[in-house]
């Protein structure tokens, strides 16, 4: 068994798109349309275009929206992203107009970064750095 899918909420799909893509650097995936304005609309990384989708999903059940804004008024991100070199990412986003939450922060056996995703969401990056 392995991980096929997986969402993150989002307010607005076309908004999330582009920052997935155009910010983030993900490419887009698959983008099929299902119910009104709704998509099937996934993307991957551009390291791996045949491994895990993430899926955009719309936030239109009444549940997600006190979901989501629970986590972010308590700071908790909603996924995390791997990077090889987060100073490197954390400028290059920031350079990019992404606001982040928390900077580059060492964490035991990693540095993280949380950012918003502009939808709704606190993204969290992290680098891989060894034992604490």
């Known amino acids: 068994m392995k991980i096929y ?21 993900f490419i887009k995936k698959n983008d099929i349309p299902v119910d009104g304005e709704n998509r099937w609309l996934t993307v991957v ?24 804004q ?18 490197a990412q954390y400028e290059r986003l920031t350079a990019l107009g992404v606001a982040f939450t928390l900077p580059p922060t060492d964490a035991g056996p990693v540095k993280m970064a949380v950012l918003d995703d502009t939808c709704g969401n606190l993204i969290q990056i992290v680098q891989m750095v060894g034992s604490p």
Not at 48 to 65: F, M
Not at 70 to 87: N, R
Request: charged share 20%; hydrophobic share 40%.
């Open 5 to 25: 899918v997986t969402s993150v909420f989002v307010d607005d799909q076309a908004k999330a798109l582009d920052f997935y893509t155009g910010k983030l650097g």
């Open 45 to 68: 990384s551009p390291d791996a275009p045949d491994g895990v989708e993430l899926l955009l999903e719309p936030s239109g059940h009444p549940a997600v929206r006190p979901f989501k």
């Open 70 to 87: 629970a986590l972010v008024a308590d700071g908790i991100p909603m996924t995390s992203f791997q990077v090889d070199d987060i100073g």
